[in-house]
């Protein structure tokens, strides 16, 4: 017959050595009264106690200690910081490089040109030796310090958002002019360009290299290319098998949006690639790469089977497949890219970085390296013209370089790891599409306002009833407006709003569809009356009026669906210097086309509730077309 057994009270508590000890000690008192009871320091007994609590103490102290490394909040090792923020997407940086416009120069000789009429022929810019430069310019300081661009420079192409500033040059006796200048600003970065040759031989799956042991300060990666000529692209995570790529936006890619190639010089196509790798910055500084596990020549339809000829698990339903299905065939398939295989590899990549590069204006003058596009029919051009265009580039920068910074601190990295994670790189909000349209590159294309509504509007101009209409919630309407060449509102081309859907595709939640519309443009004029105080000169009073009013509806002011406040404009008016009091202040439509208006007409007067002059149910941005001659002011004195 067996003794039930007793319940001992054990406390879970203890957290270092002396609670441990002193809880022993009253376990072994209440349980074992009869068995031992020698607590004497010096006791056998007491030594196997002390040698319990010594355990327990380095046991918690390492469970504790394992769990805080655990944690990006709480951990303190180097290497747990660099390895638990690249698990939250985010990749540390060793050291950041300085940012700076760049204001690129070439001259181009002049072109006489018939203009027909009265007036005979003038001369103009010969665009046709406007040079288009590759990313990648190689400047520096007389110090030293090395930066690149990041864009490639099109002289021809002039738009509101990259224009092409044309200024005299030269002229000859005569008054004739014989050269032009043109100016580009281009975005450029610190860095010294490296270059690293690797050679594989059998290939590895998931196989790594370290960037050289010198170069503890790698910036970026530029490029990587094998011996075949083949290039390996970076990627966020192994089994994403796309990347963005810039297709030149000419007839031979694409026909019907090379008609817009002046204003949008290249078209953003997604790409599937096998060869791709991912990088991270380890725990001693060096700058790691990782490439893909696929290790097999075959394709991988041939090594895994269709899942329409694999049986859906029914006895009467069971298809018969002539290859085994093996998951690990999975691993030797492009599925999470390729592994080099017998081949060299050339990687381009950039060091320095650091507050040294934050170098003042006017500094970065020297041109060590540039590269250029063909020209468009180069065999009917002179040859020593084109030389003397390439060889008059220069560069310089008006402003100073600013953003070089050293190797982000623990406490940096943590906190933007968990930015990062919380943002997750996704489009979620309606802040989140306008922030991501907005910051498409401009050479795809930029886009000057953007709005976004969910698809619960129904549109009047489509003919369904309204009772058989249904609206599709999980849709978005991403509503988008450009700049002309003046910077007056237009539409979008079918260019840039292609730009932007794939652009937007890589962000986008997978449930969300996006129609890409045009928002409207409703053209305004503003009629003021104001009153002067006396000694005031008129005439500066109302130029001080017209002025307010013209930046204060200037176009980067105005966002779509933003409605205008009459009562605000004329409480700021009337603070102006010299002016008493404002008599009138009216808003008023201008849409006639043939004055280059948009032509859209609305009832301002309708549309204005308690001194609000509300935008239209379709979303729509004001916009004072014309300032000089659009806003008119009257002003009388007492």
């Known amino acids: 017959m067996g003794t039930d057994l007793i319940k001992k009270d054990v406390k879970y508590l203890n957290k270092d050595f002396a609670q441990f000890r002193r809880n022993l000690i009253h376990f072994a008192k209440n349980y074992f009264p009869q068995t031992y009871n020698d607590f004497n320091e010096t006791s056998p007994g007491m030594m196997f106690i002390e040698m319990a609590a010594y355990v327990g103490d380095v046991l918690s102290y390492y469970t504790d200690t394992t769990l805080r490394e655990s944690l990006v909040s709480e951990a303190n090792e180097k290497a747990n910081i660099y390895l638990l923020s690249q698990l939250y997407g985010y990749k540390p940086k060793r050291t950041a490089p300085a940012n700076v416009m760049m204001d690129i120069y070439q001259l181009v000789p002049s072109r006489t040109k018939s203009v027909g009429g009265v007036g005979g022929d003038q001369n103009t810019p010969d665009m046709r030796y406007a040079l288009s430069v590759k990313s990648g310019v190689q400047m520096s300081t007389e110090n030293g310090e090395q930066f690149r661009t990041i864009q490639p420079v099109q002289f021809s192409v002039s738009s509101s958002f990259d224009p ?37 031989d059998d290939p590895k799956p998931y196989d790594k290299i370290v960037l050289p042991e010198d170069d503890t300060n790698v910036i970026d990666i530029i490029d990587c290319y094998d011996s075949d000529g083949n290039r390996w692209h970076e990627v966020d995570y192994l089994a994403q098998d796309t990347i963005f790529e810039d297709i030149e936006n000419v007839a031979f890619n694409d026909p019907d949006l090379s008609t817009f190639n002046s204003t949008v010089p290249y078209i953003l196509k997604l790409k599937r690639t096998p060869r791709r790798f991912t990088k991270r910055l380890r725990e001693d500084d060096r700058m790691e ?52 295989n017998s081949t060299t590899l050339t990687i381009r990549y950039t060091v320095g970085g650091g507050l040294q590069d934050n170098v003042s204006s006017n500094t970065i003058i020297q041109i060590d390296s540039v590269e250029y596009n063909n020209f468009v029919n180069e065999q009917l051009l002179d040859a020593t013209l084109m030389q003397f265009a390439k060889d008059s580039v220069v560069v310089n920068n008006p402003n100073p370089a600013m953003g070089g910074r050293s190797a982000e601190s623990m406490e940096n990295i943590r906190q933007n790891a968990m930015a990062n994670f919380a943002a997750q790189n996704r489009t979620v909000t309606k802040e989140d599409y306008i ?43 991403l509503y988008t407006l450009g700049y002309d060449s003046n910077k007056r509102l237009m539409p979008c081309n079918i260019a840039v709003k292609e730009n932007l859907r794939t652009y937007l595709s ?3 939640m997978l449930t969300d569809a996006i ?13 003021f009356e104001i009153i002067a105080l006396p000694n005031y000169n008129s005439n500066e009073v109302l130029l001080r009026s017209v002025d307010y009013l013209i930046k204060k509806f200037d176009i980067d002011n105005m966002q779509i669906n933003a409605p205008i406040l009459v009562s605000s404009c004329m409480a700021e008016l009337d603070q102006i210097e010299g002016v008493q009091t404002v008599v009138e202040f009216k808003i008023t439509n201008l849409f006639n086309t043939e004055e280059g208006y948009s032509g859209n007409v609305y009832d301002i007067e309708m549309a204005t509730k308690n001194n609000i002059v509300y935008p239209s149910l379709d979303p729509s941005i004001f916009e004072i077309r014309y300032p000089d001659q659009d806003i008119k ?6």
């Open 164 to 200: 092409t500033d044309i200024s005299i040059y030269e002229t000859d006796a005569a008054g004739n002019v014989t050269y032009y200048l043109l100016k580009k600003q281009v975005p450029a970065v610190s860095g010294l360009i490296k270059t690293k040759d690797y050679t594989f």
């Open 289 to 340: 790469m990782q490439f893909g596990a696929g290790v097999s020549s075959d394709a991988d339809e041939d090594l895994i089977p269709n899942p329409k000829n694999v049986g859906h698990g029914l006895s009467y339903l069971n298809r018969t497949i002539d290859q085994s299905l093996d998951p690990s065939n999975f691993l030797y398939t492009s599925t999470y890219g390729l592994a080099p």
């Open 435 to 477: 922030v991501r349209a907005y910051s498409m590159p401009a050479k795809y294309g930029m886009i000057a306002k953007a709005y976004i509504v969910r698809d619960d509007q129904i549109d009047t101009s489509d003919q369904t009833p309204p009772q058989d209409r249904i609206s599709n919630a999980m849709a978005l309407n």
């Open 506 to 508: 890589q962000y986008r």
């Open 515 to 527: 129609n890409m519309k045009d928002a409207y443009i409703i053209n305004i004029g503003i009629e």
């Open 633 to 638: 002011g009257r002003v009388t004195t007492i």
